[in-house]
Each structure stands twice: as C-alpha cells, then as structure tokens.
C-alpha cells in the first residue's frame, strides 16, 4: 500500500514538473524572440498600439490566436484573432503588399517571380531577416509537393519587412512590427500552428467566375475551386476548418 502511495506522489510531481516544462517553454518563446534588437525595437514601437486596437474587438494580447488572409490582386494581408476560448475570428487590421511579382496563379517552380496560392502556415519566426522582420511560409505545402515541378520547388517564402521582393510578401518595416508582435504573442500562447491562406483575388462569385475563364492559368482550376470552398466558409462562419491533402494534390474539408 505504502509503495503504490510512493508511486502515486512521484508520478503526480513528474507530471507537475512536465506540465510547468511545457507552459515555461511557451511562456519563453516571446523572451527569446526579444533578445532580438529588431523585436525589442517592435515591441517598443508598437505594443501599445495593438493591445488597443485588441481592446476594441475585446481581444487581449497575452490570449490571442491569429489566423493571416492574404489577396494577391488586391495587394492585401489581412491579420484576423480571436481569444483562444472563443470560437470566431474578428479581423482586425488589413496591411498593404508594397511591392510584389508574378502573376495569378500557383507557385510551380523555382524561379517562376511566383507568390505561392494556397493553403499554408507560419512555419519560422526570423528577427534578423534581412528584410527586417520576416515569417516563414511552408512552401512547398504537401499539395505543391504533388503538383508542382518535382525536386524543382524552390522556397524561402516569406511575409517580411522592407519593400522588395521576389515571390514574397513585402509590406514595410513598420507595418511588420504589427504582424511580428501579433505573431509572436501567439505562439508564446500556445498557437503552434498560424494558419495562412493565400487567394490570387478577393473569390467572389464574380472573380471566382472570371478566373475560370483564364485558361492561361487553366492547371490552378482545381486549387481554386478549394480556396473557394474555403473562402466562402470563413466568411460564413469565421473559422479556420481542417483538412487533409488527397493523393492528387486536391484538399478535403472537415465540415
């Protein structure tokens, strides 16, 4: 009786001792990402400018999950949050592309000036990018890998600060502080993956319609037609659905 008593005591402290483990190393990454000259200068810069606009969606910095739209031809990055007990994500700051290259349509190949379309996440945070502030894109996504030219991808996708670019997503340095920030607070709040979709427009109808009819970009139908799918459930229900990649590089929805 006495040794299962033991036993008992020590597995409860060693699941204590993991559980306070995997909050401290949480609660860390936004200490480690400040070490940074260029986090430490956002943060400065801009802290108290998004906990404000955070307030008046009654979002709260240190709770926040974050969800990053982006719209090709409108040259638009929309930052979407929520807290992380709710459901719903409310948008709350648009940023303009400054600069950008390629056309509609997916990212294929390396070298093509293409900007990827599809279905992403934030996959690295990088506060000594050379463009100031940058957050990794994982191209190639598994259905890249399907379609996509094989062992010919390229990557080094990114949303970053200054104004250039070549296949990434520029928006400056001092709208980057806002992204950063907001991203930062995120993963040290526990949001391990930060899902990012890339439209080549705005998929109303109408857009929807006339892309259909480019069959110079005639290969991507089938990717848009699952952004598509996509867009029209957020905008009805504001979530972030998951899905798997089938074997011919189309995506299926859990609904």
Known sequence: MKANLVEMKNYLLLLILCLTFSVSAENGFKAAQQRYEN???????????ISELLKTHELVLNEIEIH???YKAEKQVELWAKNKQDNKFLKVKQFKICFSSGVQGSKRRKYDL???EGFYEVNSFLPTSSNFLSLGINY????????????????????HGACVSVGCLPITDDLMKELYICAVEARNNGQKKIPIRIFPCQLTLENYNELKLDTLIDPDLGLWQDLKTEYDNFKK???????HVLP???HQFAF
Do not use: C, H, T
């Not at 229900?237 to 899905?243: M, T």
């Open 39 to 49: 986090v430490r200068l956002a943060y400065a810069d801009k802290e108290a400018l």
């Open 68 to 70: 990053i739209r982006i």
């Open 114 to 116: 293409q900007v990827p």
């Open 140 to 159: 190639p996504s598994q259905s890249d890998r399907i379609l996509g030219e094989k062992g010919n991808l390229g990557g080094s996708i990114a949303i």
């Open 237 to 243: 229900y504001q979530e972030v659905r998951s899905f």
């Open 248 to 250: 011919n590089g189309r």
